[in-house]
């Protein structure tokens, strides 16, 4: 169904599709009552996240301030789904008590993030990060699966792209993984993040987009056949920062090029360890 507008850009006449959704309530919202969901939600714990909430707060002006956008969930909890900064603003000035915002009921964690995609993909950029989040709580299969398989590993989704502040065992790599999950499918990929997670436990790992794509390469057309066990003992012979250095990586441009350096290596060395037993 369809509805005519009178009066269209340029002076004619547009049909336009009927307006999806129920009209939302605009309230005055206590700042304690409006909570974050990190299920979907960006990150706010990075540099520019904090200077621009510094800013906000710093330079309040209710004259140009814009509502947030909030759920209302079943229960009558209230999630901000867009909207974060201005509210972690309010409450660093301290002397913020209350905030206006668009309030929507939603069903859950699901619909919000179906609406935090759409409200952000098409004003500002979205970090890879930010949008395999977002799609974990709008329940997309692809990234539910990656993620169980991350965490089955050991390893964590990073929250945010800073790789002077990636913790022991978190992963940035959301691109690679996605692609590497629809080139070598679930048990593949979970087979190489176990040995990534068993092998460099606790560590900082470094160039893992090149670990990873190695250790599916040696897997998947190597013959005769690598034995996981073997490729397991021979990983621990490093740390991934050694088997970036014994590879030159940093040297390399390109993510391709750094799988075919770090798989040739892995595989001398495989060798070498298969002789000495």
């Not at 307006?19 to 990150?43: F, N």
């Not at 906000?56 to 909030?70: G, N, Q, T």
């Not at 090149?210 to 996981?228: C, T, V």
Request: glycine share 8%; charged share 25%; with cysteine.
């Amino acid at each position: 169904m369809t509805v005519t507008s009178k009066k269209a850009a340029g002076g004619g006449i547009a049909s336009y599709a009927l307006p999806r959704g129920r009209q939302p309530s605009i309230e005055w919202v206590p700042l304690g009552e409006l909570r974050i969901d990190d299920s979907y939600q960006r990150s706010i714990e990075t540099d520019a996240s904090r200077k621009l909430i510094r800013a906000i707060a710093a330079e309040w002006d209710w004259d140009v301030f814009d509502v947030l956008k909030v759920s209302r969930r079943p229960d009558d909890s209230l999630f901000v789904i867009d909207g974060q900064h201005r509210r972690a603003a309010a409450e660093l000035r301290g002397d913020i008590t209350q905030l206006p915002c668009v309030l929507k009921r939603c069903a859950g964690p699901a619909e919000e993030a179906r609406i935090f995609i759409a409200s952000n993909r098409g004003r500002k950029r979205m970090s890879r990060i930010d949008d395999f989040r977002a799609a974990l709580g709008a329940g997309d299969a692809d990234a539910l699966a990656i993620a169980r398989l991350v965490d089955a590993a050991g390893l964590k989704i990073a929250r945010h792209e800073q790789p002077a502040h990636v913790a022991p065992g978190e992963l940035m790599i959301v691109g690679s993984l996605r692609t590497l999950f629809i080139k070598h499918g679930e048990r593949a990929l979970g087979q190489a993040l176990t040995l990534i997670g068993e092998a460099f436990p606790d560590e900082v790992l470094v160039q893992p987009a090149a670990m990873l794509g190695a250790i599916l390469a040696l897997l998947a057309h190597e013959r005769p056949a690598i034995d996981p066990d073997r490729l397991f003992q021979t990983l621990l012979t490093g740390t991934t920062q050694q088997w970036s250095d014994w590879a030159n990586l940093r040297m390399l441009s390109g993510t391709q090029s750094k799988i075919l350096a770090l798989r040739a290596l892995v595989r001398q060395r495989y060798s070498t360890l298969a002789v000495a037993a």
